[in-house]
């Protein structure tokens, strides 16, 4: 969107995945580990927390849902996989010569680690003591 007047530009509109659904949607697709590229101090794209978003979120009337965000944040991330996979097989095949396409289906197999660690169970890892020599 851009200001006639002044030629600002106000906002981008990406119609890529647009959709209509369950709101925890957008919201865990946000949450996608890929987005946050290289800073996972900051789940929320890479760029904010969650105690943000969710004081945000509810000051708009909203409510987030951790289950579902979670749910769809599993989904987001099989999804951006199998859209890196799809990426690959179009430049190996030759339908899609870029190489931005190689580029990015080599980040399938980060999402592999990824749907890992948000599947597992998350495990208490005992502190190990370490023993004086008497």
Do not use: N
Not at 7 to 36: F, I, Y
Not at 50 to 77: C, F, K, M, N
Not at 83 to 91: F, L, N, P, R, V
């Amino acid at each position: 969107m851009v200001d006639l007047a002044s030629d600002d530009l106000l906002g981008v509109l990406d119609w890529e995945l647009a959709h209509c659904g369950d709101p925890m949607a957008d919201l865990g697709w946000l949450a996608v580990v890929s987005w946050c590229f290289g800073q996972p101090q900051r789940p929320v794209g890479g760029f904010g927390h969650w105690a943000e978003l969710s004081a945000g979120y509810a000051e708009a009337g909203g409510q987030i849902d951790p289950a579902r965000v979670h749910w769809w944040q599993v989904l987001g991330t099989l999804r951006w996989g199998v859209i890196c996979e799809s990426m690959g097989q179009a430049w190996l095949d030759g339908s899609e010569p870029q190489m931005e396409k190689a580029a990015i289906a080599r980040r399938a197999s980060e999402t592999e680690i990824d749907l890992l660690q948000l599947l597992l169970p998350r495990r208490a890892v005992a502190t190990p003591t370490v023993q004086p020599h008497a």
